[in-house]
C-alpha cells in the first residue's frame, strides 16, 4: 500500500437543517438511514448509516449534529454525491448555522518511514518540541500509542501502530490530528489553496518535532530527527486526500458472494458440485488480493481470541 493521508472523523452542528435537509447536504439521498432507539449527547433521537450518525431532538440551542466516525468517512467517500472540499466549503461559508466541533485528519505510513519503537523511546526520553506539555506513552495488546496533548484539548495528536490495532501483519504507522472547534475551523479555512498533505506537515510541524539532542539547553534549536523529517516530506508531497472507501469486512464479502455472485454461484454448484467448486479454488492462479488476505488474518486472530487462544 502506498502512504496517504485522509480525512478520519468530522463532527459539525447545524442550526438551519432538518436530519432530512442534512442528508441532502451530506449527498448520501442514496442510503438507508436508520431510526435508533435512543441518541446520546443530551440528544434525545438518532438516525444512523454505518459510522455516520445524525442526532436531534436536543434543546434548542443545539441544533442538530452530524457525527462521522472514521468507518464513516470510507461511507461517505463511497455512497456520498457529494465531496469533502464541496461539503467543507459550504460549512465554512455559513459560519452562522454551521459549527465545526471535530476534526481529524491522519497520515499513515505504509513504507517504514517510522518506526513506533524508536517514537516511543525518543517521547520517553524527551527528544521532541511540542507546544504542548502534555504527553503519554500507552502500551497493550493492540500496540503502542503516544499521545502529544490533553485529550480533552482542542489539538490532540496522536501516533500509534495502526497495523497491531486491526491485527494485520504488515506496516502501518499513523500520525493523526485530533483538532477541536476553532483550531478545526482554522485548519480547513487555512489551507489557501494548498494541498491537504502541505498544509498537515506544516500545522504538525508547528506543534511537534522529533529532534537529535546535541550540545545546548536550547531544544528548539536542535536538529530534526532524520525519521521525521523524511516522513514530513513525504506526507507533503501528497498532492490530495486518499479516498479508499469502505473498509473491506466480512459484511462486505457475504454481500459480494451472495447477492452479487450468488446466481452464478448457485449455477456452477448445480452442475459440478462442492467437491470440484474447492479443488479448482486450491488451484486457481490469481494471486489473493491483500484486502482479501488482511481479511483472513483478522479474522484469525478474531476466531483465535474467541476461542481462549486455543486454536
Same mark, same amino acid.
Given at each position: 500500500?502506498?502512504?496517504?493521508?485522509?480525512? =478520519?472523523?468530522?463532527?459539525?452542528?447545524?442550526?438551519?437543517?432538518?436530519?432530512?435537509?442534512?442528508?441532502?447536504?451530506?449527498?448520501?439521498?442514496?442510503?438507508?438511514?436508520?431510526? #435508533?432507539?435512543?441518541?446520546?449527547?443530551?440528544?434525545?433521537?438518532?438516525?444512523?448509516?454505518?459510522?455516520?450518525?445524525?442526532?436531534?431532538?436536543?434543546?434548542?440551542?443545539?441544533?442538530?449534529?452530524?457525527?462521522?466516525?472514521?468507518?464513516?468517512?470510507?461511507?461517505?467517500?463511497?455512497?456520498?454525491?457529494?465531496?469533502?472540499?464541496?461539503?467543507?466549503?459550504? *460549512?465554512?461559508?455559513?459560519?452562522?448555522?454551521?459549527?465545526?466541533?471535530?476534526?481529524?485528519?491522519?497520515?499513515?505510513?505504509?513504507?517504514?518511514?517510522?518506526?513506533?519503537?524508536? *517514537?516511543? =523511546?525518543?517521547?520517553?526520553?524527551?527528544?521532541?518540541?511540542?507546544?504542548?506539555?502534555?504527553?503519554?506513552?500507552?502500551?497493550?495488546?493492540?500496540?503502542?500509542?503516544?499521545?502529544?496533548?490533553?485529550? %480533552?484539548? =482542542?489539538?490532540?495528536?496522536?501516533?500509534?501502530?495502526?497495523?497491531?490495532?486491526?491485527?494485520?501483519?504488515?506496516?502501518?504507522?499513523?500520525?493523526?490530528?485530533?483538532?477541536?472547534?476553532?483550531?478545526?475551523?482554522?485548519?480547513?479555512?487555512?489551507?489557501?489553496?494548498?494541498?491537504?498533505?502541505?498544509?498537515?506537515?506544516?500545522?504538525?510541524?508547528?506543534?511537534?518535532?522529533?529532534? =537529535?539532542?546535541?550540545?545546548?539547553?536550547?531544544?528548539? #534549536?536542535?536538529?530534526?530527527?532524520?525519521?521525521?523529517?523524511?516522513?514530513?516530506?513525504?506526507?507533503?508531497?501528497?498532492?490530495?486526500?486518499?479516498?479508499?472507501?469502505?473498509?473491506?469486512?466480512?459484511?462486505?464479502?457475504?454481500?459480494?458472494?451472495?447477492?452479487?455472485?450468488?446466481?452464478?454461484?448457485?449455477?456452477?454448484?448445480?452442475?459440478?458440485?462442492?467437491?470440484?467448486?474447492? #479443488?479448482?479454488?486450491?488451484?486457481?492462479?490469481?494471486?489473493?488480493?491483500? %484486502?482479501?488476505?488482511?481479511? %483472513?488474518?483478522?479474522?484469525? %486472530?478474531?476466531?483465535?481470541?474467541?476461542?481462549?487462544?486455543?486454536?
Amino acid at each position: 500500500m502506498e502512504n496517504c493521508i485522509l480525512y =478520519d472523523w468530522l463532527t459539525f452542528t447545524s442550526k438551519c437543517d432538518s436530519p432530512s435537509s442534512l442528508i441532502s447536504l451530506l449527498g448520501l439521498e442514496s442510503v438507508s438511514f436508520e431510526e #435508533r432507539p435512543r441518541g446520546r449527547n443530551g440528544y434525545r433521537s438518532m438516525m444512523s448509516f454505518g459510522g455516520i450518525s445524525i442526532l436531534y431532538d436536543g434543546r434548542a440551542d443545539m441544533g442538530v449534529c452530524v457525527d462521522i466516525t472514521g468507518k464513516g468517512c470510507r461511507e461517505f467517500e463511497s455512497h456520498s454525491t457529494s465531496s469533502w472540499d464541496d461539503l467543507y466549503s459550504y *460549512l465554512l461559508s455559513f459560519p452562522e448555522d454551521y459549527n465545526i466541533t471535530r476534526l481529524d485528519v491522519a497520515a499513515d505510513d505504509h513504507t517504514g518511514l517510522l518506526d513506533i519503537d524508536v *517514537l516511543r =523511546d525518543d517521547t520517553d526520553d524527551h527528544h521532541y518540541v511540542s507546544k504542548s506539555r502534555t504527553w503519554e506513552v500507552d502500551y497493550g495488546s493492540a500496540g503502542t500509542t503516544i499521545y502529544h496533548g490533553s485529550k %480533552k484539548s =482542542d489539538m490532540l495528536i496522536r501516533i500509534y501502530d495502526k497495523a497491531a490495532e486491526q491485527g494485520i501483519d504488515e506496516h502501518w504507522i499513523r500520525v493523526e490530528m485530533q483538532m477541536r472547534d476553532q483550531i478545526a475551523t482554522g485548519f480547513l479555512s487555512g489551507m489557501h489553496g494548498d494541498s491537504l498533505g502541505e498544509h498537515f506537515c506544516g500545522v504538525l510541524c508547528n506543534y511537534l518535532r522529533y529532534v =537529535d539532542p546535541t550540545t545546548g539547553v536550547n531544544m528548539s #534549536r536542535w536538529p530534526m530527527t532524520v525519521y521525521w523529517s523524511n516522513f514530513l516530506q513525504t506526507v507533503r508531497r501528497i498532492r490530495c486526500w486518499s479516498a479508499p472507501g469502505v473498509d473491506y469486512n466480512l459484511g462486505n464479502l457475504q454481500n459480494y458472494i451472495i447477492n452479487q455472485t450468488g446466481n452464478a454461484l448457485d449455477c456452477y454448484l448445480s452442475i459440478f458440485g462442492t467437491e470440484d467448486l474447492i #479443488r479448482e479454488l486450491g488451484q486457481r492462479s490469481i494471486r489473493i488480493s491483500p %484486502k482479501y488476505e488482511r481479511l %483472513k488474518q483478522m479474522y484469525a %486472530k478474531n476466531l483465535k481470541v474467541s476461542d481462549g487462544g486455543k486454536t
